[in-house]
């Protein structure tokens, strides 16, 4: 399989417009437009695809993250950060254009983000992120795009994943986490394909 977007190359920075946060003072809400992406040369026998973007490069501790005067450093352990989940894509859907799943910044998360006829769509990690924030705080499902640390050292890498699958929906309910999700697809993943966009706010890294 193979699997490609409009508005970045594999390895190459994520446009801001396709973030959460951009540089501004130091940070900024952006447009949040999920981007273009395109699959194809699925394997006979295809009957749905999963649709992830998951970020490796999350701090795994919290102490020195946004805070001024401070750096992230490069060797704190890393983990992952859901920013899109999304199955039971239909087989003849291979093309989702830009800004068709997300186009901005809903405060309290997209309770019912768009997506192809007869997907269904996961919580992403801003959830935990804003938990408690009065204005902020709520359940975020669908696409929300990078707002990596403004201060971190490293520049994050942004894993887009488009899996075939022999199944044409999995058992999962709107609002599904991606651990509930790898659990479904356990056994039924006959290919996939990743597409990996970088992203950094720090001024020093650029974007």
Known sequence: MQLRSDNFANSQPIPATNAFGKPGAPVALSDNRSPHLAWKDAPEGTRSFVLSCIDTDVPSRGDDVNKEGRVVPADLPRVEFAHWLMANIPEE?????EGACSDGITPRGKRDPL?????VQGLNDYTGWFA???EMGGDYLGYDGPCPPWND???HHYHFRI?????????LPGGFTLAE???AMHGHVLAEASLVGTYAIQPARGV
């Open 132 to 134: 408690g924030d009065a």
């Open 115 to 119: 997506g192809p006829p007869g997907s």
């Open 181 to 183: 999700l790898r659990a």
């Open 153 to 155: 050292s490293i520049v």
């Open 163 to 171: 899996h075939a699958l022999d199944v044409a929906r999995l058992d």
């Open 93 to 97: 859907c291979g093309e989702l254009a």
